[in-house]
């Protein structure tokens, strides 16, 4: 098993609707939890992060995150055509460094 | 352009070779991680470094593999005798932050090319 699990995609959504990306992990002692979006040939930019159980909301962007499931989900409200990228799930599993999934690909329609 | 610099961007050897890539981090950014990156998977954790120590080993790091951070700022990774298992984007990042819950700032990685 995995320590991060993403569902690689692509994820198909037509612009303006939204986007629901989602994540498992594996190790329960996990503290905090990262998404990271790549855009094609680009490297990792962070955009969103979340430690507790609920969601958090940042402009067009939400995590929720629920420890007792070990799920974690990033939801894109009215999405753009400039959001079309792979989104990278990472966790902070007790180890010194990130652990990243390999990555959702996301792509908006116009 | 304060951001995270990584030199070459570029590098085609032949299988045998070694290279070496440089990262130079954010200023004052303590931590600094070297990651792995195939084409359709996440970045893979190889190595990282709090100041000049070197505190952690990916199992994925294998004896061909050395990084170092002298003095605590720039840092090196070298590949000795290159395989074309070792292709990959190599990236580096660093973060401010002591603790384990920092944001990584990522460079725009060195890509390894092993004929």
């Known amino acids: 098993q995995k320590e991060v699990e993403q569902n690689s995609g692509p994820l198909s959504v037509p612009e303006g609707a939204i986007a629901s990306l989602n994540c498992t992990y594996s190790?329960?002692?996990?503290?905090?939890f990262f998404w990271y979006r790549q855009y094609s040939g680009k490297s990792p930019e962070l955009i969103m992060f979340i430690y507790s159980n609920g969601d958090k909301e940042d402009g067009r962007f939400t995590a929720q995150l629920n420890k007792a499931s070990q799920y974690v989900s990033l939801l894109i409200r009215d999405s753009q055509p400039s959001d079309s990228a792979t989104y990278l799930c990472?966790?902070?599993?007790?180890?010194?460094?990130?652990?990243f999934g390999s990555g959702t690909r996301l792509q908006v329609q116009p | 352009d304060t951001g995270v610099s990584q030199d070459p961007r570029h590098k085609i050897t032949k299988r045998g070779q070694n290279v070496t890539f440089r990262c130079d981090p954010i200023s004052e950014h303590n931590r600094l991680y070297w990651y792995r990156q195939t084409l359709g998977q996440g970045p893979e954790f190889l190595t990282y470094f709090q100041n000049e120590a070197q505190l952690e080993k990916s199992r994925l790091l294998s004896d061909r593999f050395s990084a170092e951070r002298p003095k605590g700022s720039f840092s090196t990774l070298e590949i000795q005798r290159t395989e074309q298992g070792d292709s990959a984007m190599y990236l580096c990042?660093?973060?401010?932050?002591?603790?384990?819950?920092?944001?990584?700032?990522f460079g725009e990685g060195s890509r390894l090319t092993v004929l």
């Open positions: 990472a966790v902070n599993t007790g180890r010194r460094a990130l652990t």
């Open positions: 990042a660093s973060s401010l932050r002591a603790d384990d819950t920092g944001e990584l700032f």
């Open positions: 190790d329960r002692g996990s503290q905090s």
